[in-house]
């Protein structure tokens, strides 16, 4: 079936201006993350959906950053008020969570590249 | 912060060579996962070993954990330059199943 996608593949913005990335998750897929990666870095968690609960946003790294879930699927990430230092790919990935203990498994989307100029 | 942390940061090896990379991390964990990324873009699940494994086998991959020095490792055996790309591992633990990245091991196969 199909996979993880995101829109867009890549965003230049200026300076100041708000973005919003999409991602959309496998069909069926209660759990959903959003993570930062920095240019030759490791992945940085941003945010958690799980279901109907409260979201995890540990992650977070301002108050100008926010994420919707809308119908337990789709889901979009703001970024306002862009910051030369918010430049990276922000990967998007979900994961089947069941009562066994498998699906531990995270699958990742192709990723959204993020210019700010 | 970053709990896992791969070793070495880049390796360079011959096609038919075999790879070796570590991992290691800090808190306990209830699984620990090995991802691979091809430039830059999204990560690929390559294979899942449980606190209480010791060690676990898919295909040319071989994986090891040592839960008394929280440490993992991945193998790769008779590496192919399409082997190349960048490997993460992974911690996972915890209620919201949130996994820790290291900063990954940048893995160059040449033919």
């Known amino acids: 079936g199909a996979g993880v996608s995101q829109s867009p593949s890549n965003k230049v913005t200026e300076k100041g201006k708000d973005v919003e990335l999409r991602c959309d998750p496998i069909s069926g897929h209660t759990a959903l993350y959003w993570y930062r990666q920095s240019l030759g870095q490791g992945l940085e968690f941003l945010i958690y959906f799980q279901g109907n609960s409260a979201p995890d946003k540990s992650g977070l790294p301002s108050d100008r950053f926010s994420a919707e879930r809308t119908g337990g699927s789709v889901s979009t990430l703001t970024i306002q008020r862009t910051q030369q230092e918010d430049s990276a790919v922000y990967l998007c990935?979900?994961?089947?969570?069941?009562?066994?203990?498998?699906?531990?498994?995270?699958?990742f989307g192709p990723g959204t590249r993020l210019l700010v100029l | 912060s970053q709990q896992g942390e791969e070793d070495p940061q880049a390796l360079s090896i011959q096609e038919g060579e075999n790879a070796t990379m570590n991992c290691s991390y800090k808190t306990s964990i209830n699984n620990l996962q090995w991802y691979r990324q091809n430039s830059g873009r999204g990560l690929v699940h390559l294979i899942l070993i449980r606190s209480n494994e010791r060690e676990k086998h898919s295909g040319r991959l071989r994986v090891t954990l040592d839960t008394s020095k929280k440490s993992s490792s991945l193998l790769i055996t008779a590496s192919r330059a399409a082997d190349t790309a960048s490997y993460f591992c992974a911690s996972g633990g915890g209620s919201n199943y949130k996994l820790t990245f290291g900063k990954g091991t940048l893995l160059t196969v040449n033919p």
């Open positions: 990935a979900s994961r089947h969570i069941s009562g066994t203990s498998g699906g531990e498994t995270q699958y």
